[in-house]
Structures are given as structure tokens and as C-alpha cells.
């Protein structure tokens, strides 16, 4: 609600529609003409309200979101004096904009996508639009907190998005001074909706990548040197994990489905996958580790070709491709872990590749 007195609108007075009505000798009529005047100037003061309070969220009816229309470089001033009781804020136009601007902001919605610096742990972004065929605007974050919390909103709410559409993402490594031996900021990116989403690892370091809750499916290149956990769920996803997961820290994705995910080291780009089975009735470390010096042996006879070895719940897939020692595992050894899949190496000792 505006700070303005109200008589400073000038709808209020102006009309007092009914008032300049002819006094008739009835008292009745004339109180019932008197009530319909007073209805209609009650009638404009609320529409005036409600005009000004529409004109303070940048014509946006919803309460509490302030439209931004303006673009490129955002500075202080865009902001100052405009956010009081704002939850959302909504960039029509690609922006850079500083986070710490609108620190209490919790829900940034973006029409076309946007730089986003300082992006705090609890704040939200959701991508209206992502790009076609190369057209279209990224995502990019600069300096992000811990936590980074990304929506996909593509066709309106309990739409469905095009499958051309992808938010193309990229999360810089910060600038903070990291703690030896941590080179990495770690943290959890979040990401759900039903837009796709793209997402390469340039640096930043995440551990955790959430995409259960992501319909529009997840493209991902994950970090060599962390040991990244990654959640997926419905939606075709696609990872690119061909030198970026190792023995040393081997990564865990969570939800794989053969059916209509794709995994770039069995997908027949590499060769044929080979399959052992390991005679094994508890999955112990032991056992995990003997399996993977089998996987290794294989491997190596086969040119460093990946393996795949499925224990009482998972599926892991191995390569010899580093120090080829027969036999041997090396920290620079490809491994994968597919936790909670089973059945994709009968499907893998059939075919060969997806
Ligand atoms: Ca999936
Ligand atoms: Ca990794
Ligand atoms: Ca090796």
C-alpha cells in the first residue's frame, strides 16, 4: 500500500458519481440516492487503491512481486526504495544484477535469463525461458552461496516443457580463499521443474546435484576431483562422465534408469562395454575390491575398455584407464557407482552398449 494520503488521488473525488442528483420530496428515495452515491465514491476509492498498489509492483497484480523491466547492469538505485514487503522479484529482461541488493528477496524469476552475483543460500531462481538451438540467454552465477536453489518454469505452472528448451547453467568457481586440501566450494545445487536443464562443472566443485525433483531432465559434466553425488529421477537425463569420475573418488548417481537416461561411457562411444560377474554372497569391502581388480584385469586385456559389475543393490562401472597394470587399480582409474540400478548389465552382457 502506498505511503500517499489517499486524498492525493485524484479518481477519489473528482467523479462522486450520483451525488449532483435532483433532491426529491421523498426522504426514503432520497436516502436510497444518497447510499448509491456513497457506494460508487467507495467504489473509486477501492479502484484506486487497488490501481496504485498494481503501479507499485511495476503492474504485476501479485502481491509482493516487483517487476524489473530495465536491463543490462543493475546498480544499487534500480533497487532502493522498492522492495518493502517484496518476496519476488521478476527480471522481464536479461540483467546482471548483485544479490546483495535484495538480500531479503527470497524468489528471483527470470523471463530471460540473467548474471547473477552474491546469490544467497536462501533465495530461489526460477528460469521462465531457456534457450533454443543456441538462442537464447544462460543462467550464469557469480560468487554463489553453499546452497543454490534453481527452478525450471517453462511452460507455466503443470505445463510441460518444450524438449528443444535448455537452461543452459553455468556456476563460476568463487573467488574465496579455499582451506587446503579443499579445492572446491562443495555444496548442493538443487535443481527442479520442468525445463530442462544443461550444467557443465567449470571449477565450482559441487558435491551434491539434486535433480529429482527436475521433470524437463539434466545434462551434466561432473568434476574429476569431486566426488559428486547426483540424484535423478523422471526426465531423460544425460551424463557426461568420461574422465570426470575416478577411482579415487568415484561418483554416485542415484536413480539411473537404462530405460531413458543416458550415460555417456556406456552409450557405445567408447566400444563395447564387457561384463563380469563376480561370484560374491556378501558384498563386503573386500569383495567390492576384488571385483574391481577383476574389472581391472578385464579392462586392460580389452584396451582400457569399461566394465560393468553389478553387486546385491548397484551397478558399477570401471575402466583401467591409467597406469595400465593389469590387475591393479590406480586412483586415476575410471569408476562410477549407479547406486540402486540393477538389470543394466544383463542389458549391457546382451547388447554391449545402450
Ligand atoms: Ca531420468
Ligand atoms: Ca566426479
Ligand atoms: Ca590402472
Keep these: 500500500m502506498s505511503a500517499q494520503p489517499f486524498f492525493t488521488f485524484t479518481p477519489v473525488f473528482l467523479p462522486l458519481r450520483g451525488l449532483a442528483f435532483q433532491w426529491p420530496d421523498d426522504i426514503e428515495t432520497r436516502l436510497t440516492e444518497l447510499k448509491k452515491a456513497i457506494d460508487n465514491m467507495l467504489a473509486d476509492i477501492r479502484e484506486a487503491f487497488e490501481r496504485d498498489d498494481a503501479d507499485e509492483n511495476g503492474g504485476d497484480n501479485e502481491p509482493g512481486t516487483l517487476v524489473i523491466d530495465e536491463s543490462g ?8 526504495g522498492r522492495l ?63 546452497q543454490v536453489n534453481i527452478v525450471t518454469d517453462f511452460a507455466g505452472r503443470g ?54 525433483s527436475l521433470t524437463g531432465g539434466l545434462t551434466f559434466s561432473g568434476n574429476t576431483y569431486v566426488w559428486e553425488q547426483v540424484a535423478l529421477e523422471e526426465g531423460a537425463d544425460t551424463l557426461n562422465m568420461a574422465g570426470r569420475s575416478n577411482y579415487h573418488s568415484a561418483d554416485y548417481i542415484t536413480g539411473f534408469d537404462a530405460s531413458e537416461d543416458t550415460l555417456d561411457v556406456i552409450s557405445g562411444e567408447y ?19 576384488d571385483a574391481e581388480q577383476q574389472a581391472a584385469t578385464l579392462s586392460a586385456q580389452h584396451d582400457g575398455a569399461y566394465v560393468a559389475f553389478e553387486t546385491d543393490d548397484s551397478t558399477y562401472i570401471f575402466a583401467d584407464t591409467q597406469g595400465r597394470i593389469p590387475g591393479q587399480v590406480s586412483d586415476g582409474d575410471f569408476e562410477i557407482k549407479l547406486v540402486g540400478t540393477t538389470g543394466l548389465t544383463d542389458i549391457l552382457a546382451a547388447e554391449g552398449t545402450l
Design 159 to 212: 505445463g510441460h516443457g518444450d524438449p528443444q528448451e535448455t537452461l543452459e547453467l553455468v556456476v563460476e568457481p568463487t573467488s574465496e580463499e579455499l582451506e587446503a586440501p579443499y579445492q572446491y566450494e562443495f555444496g548442493t545445487l538443487t535443481l527442479s521443474g520442468n525445463g530442462a536443464v544443461s550444467y557443465e562443472d567449470t571449477g565450482r566443485g559441487f558435491k551434491e546435484i539434486d535433480a529429482s
Design 73 to 80: 547492469t543493475l546498480d544499487a538505485s534500480t533497487f532502493e
Design 84 to 146: 518493502e514487503n517484496v518476496e519476488t522479484l521478476r527480471f522481464t529482461n536479461n540483467v546482471t544484477a548483485n544479490a546483495d541488493h535484495f538480500p531479503n528477496v527470497s524468489d528471483i524469476v527470470l523471463g530471460n535469463g540473467a548474471t547473477l552475483v552474491n546469490l544467497g543460500n536462501e533465495q530461489t531462481v526460477t528460469a521462465l525461458e531457456g534457450s533454443r538451438g543456441g538462442e537464447g540467454e544462460p543462467l550464469t552465477l557469480q560468487e554463489a552461496g553453499e
Design 271 to 289: 566400444g563395447r562395454v564387457e561384463v563380469i560377474e563376480p561370484d560374491v554372497d556378501n558384498w563386503d569391502t573386500e569383495a567390492l575390491i
